[in-house]
Structure formats: C-alpha cells, structure tokens
C-alpha cells in the first residue's frame, strides 16, 4: 500500500487559558487516515476542532497527545511541510506587493526559481481569476481576491497535498 497523505492517530489539544490556566480541550482523541488522490472534508460546528485539526497537521499548533504524519513523516518534519500547500481561514499578504511579488516571493520558499517559477505565478493568476489584477497592490484587494491569491499560493509549488481551511469564505459564488 502507499504511504497515507495524511495518518494522526489519537490526535488532542488542550490549551490553557485565563491566569487560572483553565482547560479548553479543542480536540480529543481524533484517528485520521488520508489516501493519496482522495478528497477529505471536515463538516461540524463551530468549535468542533476542525481548525485546529488543520493547524495540527501543518506544524502550526503543536498537538497535546498523539500523533500525526504528512506522507510518513512527521508533521514538524521540514520535508513534510514542503509537501502541503496550504490556504489558511483568513490569508494575509503583505499589502504593498502585488499578486506576482506575493507568489513569486512565496515560490522561492518553496524552492522554486527562475522562469519555472515566472510561468507558474502568471498561470495560476490566470487559474484563480486574478489576472486582471496583476498590477494592483494587495491592499486594493477585496476579500475574495485575498482568498484567490491565497489559493494561489497553496499550489503555487505543485504539492501533493492541499489542505485548505475555509476555503469558499469570501468569495462570490462565480468564486466558488
């Protein structure tokens, strides 16, 4: 069998709040298996953990119990990370660049360079709807061209795995 996109297993985090340090358990127990090539989605209330599922698995919150693993190595691995590509539930970029600057700086994070990097900044413009925008800044943005630019950017290096938290918010339903 392939090795899982996404394996966690046992999956928790308390944080402690207050000058009392009171327990807020966000997430209890969760056992999570992804295949490669599939879809996945999280459907519950407000508060159920999703985002902090999400945060968990892309080395933004460290878990209380358990453990989780991207493509068989561990969620703080560095050469884990390099496999997402990640859109979190409210983007922000630098407001003085524009949409080029912002994936062209984010590609070359990612290890990407040259006109590798060029041609895929200007079709995935092109993809997300953002191509008549290129030569606005980000701070004339509205927040569903934040949320295109920043789906652009999750896949600006071609990962194998995208996880994407809240991903319609913001855009209209042409967007959606």
């Given at each position: 069998m392939d090795t899982l996109a996404i394996e966690a297993r046992g999956l928790g985090k308390v944080?402690?709040?207050?000058?009392r340090a009171r327990r807020f358990v966000a997430l209890e127990g969760?056992?999570?298996t992804v295949t490669p090539g599939s879809i996945y989605g999280f459907v519950g209330p407000n508060g159920a953990g999703k985002s902090t599922t999400i945060?968990?698995?892309?080395?933004?919150v460290q878990a209380s119990a358990g453990d989780a693993t991207?493509?068989?190595r561990g969620v703080n691995d560095a050469a884990a990370r390099l496999q997402v590509g990640y859109l979190p539930e409210n983007p922000s970029f630098h407001d003085f660049?524009?949409?080029l600057e912002v994936l062209r700086y984010l590609g070359r994070l990612s290890g990407l360079s040259g006109r590798d990097l060029d041609r895929r900044a200007e079709a995935l413009l092109e993809q997300v709807g953002l191509a008549d925008a290129r030569d606005l800044t980000v701070r004339?943005?509205?927040?569903?061209?934040?949320?295109?630019?920043g789906l652009a950017q999750a896949l600006i290096h071609d990962p194998p795995l995208l996880v994407l938290d809240e991903p319609m918010s913001g855009l209209d339903p042409i967007g959606r």
């Open positions: 944080y402690r709040l207050g000058l969760l056992d999570l945060k968990i698995l892309v080395g933004l991207l493509f068989g660049m524009r949409p004339k943005f509205s927040k569903g061209m934040v949320q295109r630019l």
